[in-house]
């Protein structure tokens, strides 16, 4: 597989979570035409759909790679705000008896803004296409699980991984799931993500690494592991 199976829908989502992926012309006609008609029009039939799945299977190819040295065989997966799911769809495909749980939205807003959201109010996503895009890429159903971020009963059982790229602290506070994370994590597990302040979790992990500086973003980023969350 050398490129990822979309529908319009699908390619839709995709481009409003992956900014990176609307080219150009695209971010010119955002700011022509602004957020609204950005959103429910334009980022949905002014895209090349074979090109979006194209583009997102070698972004998440090129994510994968760079969190790869912390995944094996066997684990259980916490992915928060994954997005459609196509770097998890890259991490089973490569990881045998695997599974994942997904921490959703599950609306689409409709003036979506790209930035910081104390209250994690933004959202892009639709859980039902979600499930589709994954089980049209050869996922097997009982290998991952969706959970409604604000309406489900979040998973209770201890996670080895837990993944956030580009979205806790990065677009909302870590603060939202410092507790839930002191619930479903060992000493052992190891929690990734981004962000602007990696020093600030040196007080709240008893081990920081970094793993990515992206000078590319706004808010220049990095990419952290941690482990030992403290309570």
């Known amino acids: 597989m050398e490129v990822f199976r979309v529908n319009r829908n699908i390619a839709h989502l995709i481009v409003l979570q992956r900014i990176e992926l609307a080219g150009l012309f695209l971010k010119k006609l955002r700011k022509l035409f602004g957020r609204y008609i950005y959103s429910n029009f334009i980022s949905k039939y002014f895209i090349n759909i074979n090109k979006v799945g194209e583009k997102y299977y070698k972004l998440m190819q ?4 760079k969190i790869h040295n912390y995944l094996k065989p ?3 997966i916490l992915s928060v705000g994954a997005g459609v799911g196509g770097l998890e769809i890259l991490i089973l495909q490569n990881n ?8 959703e939205k599950n609306y689409i807003s ?6 910081w959201d104390k209250n994690n109010n933004e959202a892009y ?3 039902n296409l979600m499930d589709k895009f ?44 410092r507790k839930y994370f ?5 000493q052992e597990t190891v929690i990734i993500f981004d962000t602007i302040r990696p020093e600030y979790f ?30």
């Open 125 to 127: 996503n639709s859980l």
């Open 62 to 65: 090129n994510e994968y790679k």
């Open 74 to 76: 066997g684990q259980n």
């Open 182 to 186: 002191q619930q479903v994590s060992t």
């Open 134 to 177: 994954l089980v049209d890429n050869n996922v097997k159903k009982e290998t991952f699980q969706i959970f409604d971020f604000d309406e489900d009963e979040l998973p209770k059982e201890k996670f080895d991984v837990i993944i956030s790229l580009y979205s806790l602290d990065f677009h909302y506070d870590f603060e939202l799931y």
């Open 110 to 115: 409709k003036k979506i803004v790209y930035g």
């Open 96 to 103: 045998l008896n695997t599974k994942v749980s997904f921490v």
């Open 202 to 231: 040196e007080k709240i992990f008893k081990e920081v690494k970094i793993i990515q500086t992206d000078k590319n973003t706004v808010h220049k980023s990095k990419r952290i592991a941690c482990k030992y969350l403290r309570s």
